[in-house]
Nanobody, 124 residues
């Protein structure tokens, strides 16, 4: 069972910054898209940022210009730098390893993996 180890997070005031990190195995990191999701109580999990092995990046509109996702190849890690935090950034953030599509329509699909979640709390 592959594991995603999350770190960082915690509490911050509006306008401050926090960094989340997620480390996985090299075999996962090499071929999976790595993503951060977040979820508030009673809400659905939403994609915050994604980075592919090739370096393609996608952000949710709500975090564009404030959050930055990067890959650390040497550490098999991704980092989410969260700047200019807002109250509405408060959530549990989850690291997600998204497998590549099967090589063929009938081919096996690799498993996806979730981290356990890490809390980010923005308050004054």
């Amino acid at each position: 069972q592959e594991q995603l180890e999350e770190s960082g997070g915690g509490s911050a005031r509006p306008g401050e910054s926090l960094t989340l990190s997620c480390t996985t195995s090299g075999s996962i990191f090499a071929i999976y898209a790595m993503e951060w999701y977040r979820q508030v109580p009673g809400g659905q999990r939403e994609l915050v940022a994604r980075i592919t092995p090739g370096g393609a990046i996608k952000y949710a509109e709500s975090v564009k210009g404030r959050f930055s996702i990067t890959r650390d190849i040497g550490e098999n890690s991704i980092h989410l730098q969260m700047n200019s935090l807002l109250f509405e950034d408060t959530a549990v953030y989850y690291c997600h390893a998204n497998p590549p599509p099967p090589l063929s329509a009938s081919g096996p699909r690799l498993d996806a993996y979730w981290g356990q979640g890490i809390r980010v709390f923005v308050s004054s």
